[in-house]
């Protein structure tokens, strides 16, 4: 994993001595006006000029990003001159800047280089442009993998993509910046990262590494992000779920996601408005339920991360104590009443959403234990609409 990481409490000013890739950044944030409003673009544009860094803003990501704005902010970034680019936000803020630094040095559409999908999967030609990755949330934890999640708004297709080139040169992890989240958007983001951690440890192609990274984050998130979302402005509680995040992005260098983020690629591609972390919480019952007996020791160490007794359970009872824990804490963060139809999501459409899962990333159907078909794929969405 390449990405040099500052991480901690007040890091965001340690950017000031730091050596950085290029002269001319293109800055990377959302549509809405929070990175203005709290004050952070004009903290980093700041430390740019003092080190006769110059930059542009492109703002127009959305919370799932979209491949017109990729192109348009690639466009902008060769216009300006920019030689590096900076992502200052969340994941898509962040993804975003990853994708638009492949497209201001390569040509042809984003599309030619995806894989999965209709996209053409062709080779990078040229080498992209540094990244910098400074989060303002704890979700993604794409600030430590090289992974970007881009839809294709006409074909509705919303793909992971990356590779060796697309790691952030550095990274900024500063908690203080998470503070100011909103209490929903706090327990979203953070099923995220514990969902990337769950499923990391999950895939066929998880390593020792891969799960002492997993594990701990598991532990992590389960006991801090209570404290976040009831208590925001706890800096301590805001730490630890943000290292859970970063170690959850090393789970996802180090292994893969599984079919529950292909399932919720779809939903969030054809119903965008659904936070990626929401549509995980909403299959998450119905999707753990399934797996759990099919690969029993790891729900056991995934319990024991949530913090239940397993050793004061019958032996054939603790695969089984995974999901009820999990549904717990979906109750203590607050989310356990979220429904498929509050976002518009009809039963009718769930056919199609589990062949969209399969046919845009169904790579990650083969990093399952258990090799699920259409029918069960389906049935799991059905099993978790309400």
Known sequence: MPTRILFGPGKLNELAQEELPGKKALIVISSGNSMRKLGYLDRLQTILSGRGVGSVVFDK????????HVMEGADLCRKEGCDFVIGLGGGSSIDSAKSIAIMATNPGDYWDYVGGGTGKGKPIPQPILPVVAITTTAGTGTE??????????????KIGFG??????????????????VPPKLTAFQGFDALFHSLEGYLANVATPISDMYALRSIELVAQNLPECIAHGDSLAARTNVALANTYAGFVQTESSCTSEHSMEHALSAFYPELPHGAGLILLSDAYFTFFSSKVPERFVAMAKAMGV?????????????????????????????????????????????????????????????????LEETIGIMEKAYR
């Open 61 to 68: 990501i959305l919370p799932n990003p979209i491949k017109s």
């Open 163 to 180: 590779n060796q080139h697309t790691f952030p040169a550095l990274s900024v992890v500063d908690p203080e910046l998470m503070l100011s």
């Open 309 to 373: 007794d397993v050793d004061a359970l019958q032996e054939e009872e603790r695969p089984k104590s995974f999901v009820p824990a999990l549904a717990v804490f979906r109750e203590k963060c607050g989310v356990a009443d979220l429904k498929m139809s509050d976002w518009g999501i009809k039963p009718g459409d769930i056919p199609k959403l589990a062949q969209n899962a399969r046919e845009t990333m169904g790579g990650l159907f083969e990093r399952d234990r258990y090799r699920l078909s």
């Open 144 to 157: 430590a993998d090289p992974w970007t999640v881009i839809t294709k708004e006409d074909t509705k297709e």
